[in-house]
């Protein structure tokens, strides 16, 4: 299957324009889409209503949007109240059915500046061919390592306890009249999982290490409950990437910002990840991942 993560930069590309359109250009024919920094009703791209525009231009997908800051933007037209929300966060369009979805706040500390907004990932639980597989879109904290490594630590302690925690219900239903479960089986809350986002880190970093582990002596270790970089573990050599530009300290920075994890379970399916580099659509460049969820889970594709 064919995944992308993309910071879209809420539709504004490399050369200033605003085109949401070329963005949407990029992703189409993926399985499953990744997004962040996709927005509601915010001046600056015209108070578009991002994720529903983005859904009218990629109409075979199912979709989920995840706002991580929400903030009032009502208004009254001719004497009515108009009830707005203006909404940054992050995204997934998935070919197949989204079967369930939350969205999940990170850690956060206050700043005296620079200016730090809340940073959330959204989680959405997709049964793929190989079987059922939480797939997030995530955006961390671009300030300091220390906010992001506590980020990654919510999000390592909710990858553990997802088994034994259970999807948006579970048990039997002792009020059928009620239909609490419209007649379908409990959801699955698998072990399986990818994030993909717009990490704010590059590898090698402490935050990197605190999701692949330091493993100096076994390079391809994968245990059950971690996470691997698909690019090291990649059947075609992924080579040297980056998937952001941008001038510091007058010099042009190339970083690999942006990433695909996936769960030791899942370590020996990935088969290519790569960026479009130069692509102008955004500051960030879209990354992407071939990965083999078509093999059942147990057949022997693990």
Known sequence: MKLVSYNIQYGFGSDGRYDLSRAARMIAGADIIALQEVERHWQRSNFDDQPELLSRLL????????????????????????????????????????VWSRLHALPMRRTLRPLNTRNAALECM??????????????????????????????????RRAPVEGGPWSGADDEPSRNWTHGEVEPENPPAAIWLGDFNMEPGRAEYRRIVGSTPYHRGAAYLDGFVDAAAVAVEPAGDFHTHEKII??????????????????????????????????????????????????????
């Open 249 to 302: 300290d007058g010099r042009l920075a190339k970083r690999r910002l942006d990433h695909c994890f996936v769960g030791g379970m899942l370590a020996g399916r990935v088969r290519s990840v790569g960026a479009d580099i130069g692509e102008l659509a955004s500051d960030h460049f879209p990354v992407r991942v071939d990965i083999d969820l078509e093999t059942p889970f147990g057949s022997g594709g693990r």
């Open 59 to 98: 109409p075979d997908y199912h979709w989920v949007y995840g706002p991580a800051f929400d903030m009032d933007a009502s208004e009254w037209r001719d004497g009515r109240l108009v009830n707005r929300r203006r909404q940054f966060g992050t995204m997934v369009l998935s070919k197949l059915p989204i």
């Open 126 to 159: 997709i049964r793929t061919p190989a079987g059922p597989v939480r797939v997030l879109s995530l955006h961390l904290a671009h300030i300091a390592a220390e906010e992001r490594l506590d980020q990654i630590d919510y999000l390592l302690a909710q990858h």
